[in-house]
DNA sequence: CATAAGCGTAAGTCCAGACTAACCGTAAGC
DNA sequence: GCTTACGGTTAGTCTGGACTTACGCTTATG
């Protein structure tokens, strides 16, 4: 169930913003507030939500704090998408199935 | 970029709980509604939105609109993900090489 | 020790969006 | 035709959360 906190995670602009910014490597939260539109302390309560979730890892190096991807972030939420529309196809082709043969009985 | 409107419409509970109610099969509008603690209209607004997503597909029967899940509808979003952290793990051996050899030659 | 740099936290504002109630359109059944 | 079921739409309310400002804490540097 822990996935529905990472999508709710992901789900504002602004710490996607961060979660690109993120991406090719750890940074501080000086170095992310810098290319975004919005102030420092808005980064650091975007940057706990992605922590809490599970989304981020952090690393201590003098007064800066070094913010960088979590390797498994998003296991749960991809775990999660595959099982839904795994049972989606599978229903779906369970029922165009059931279609296929009642047509031929009714020969229509 | 489609991708940002597929989180937004997952990312709330009262959709999500749509999803697992079509998950099995396609289902009324009215079938939807009786297993949630919402009225009719606001399961109306929550498909538009699924829908616009490219979650959700529809079927006319008689008065009855059948909702089902669309086949492909997590695909952009499955593959922002996939890209996300796959850069984050090569970015992340990159750096654990460098940090390697930065130690080998300082020997500590 | 004093100063500065870097962040997290608390309090308060403000707006997107989730919800309800009321309404209207459309297709089936009498 | 009229009536009933089924749903989409509109208008309006209200709450969660994104944001800023101000403050305090910790660590490096002189």
Sequence with gaps: MTYATTIVAIADPTRRAILERIRAGEASVG???????????????HLRVLCDAGLLTVRQAGTRRLYRLAPNGAADLRAWLDAMWADALSSFAAEARARATSEKGTHK
């Design 31 to 45: 170095e992310i507030a810098a290319c975004l539109p919005v102030t420092r302390p808005a980064v650091s309560q």
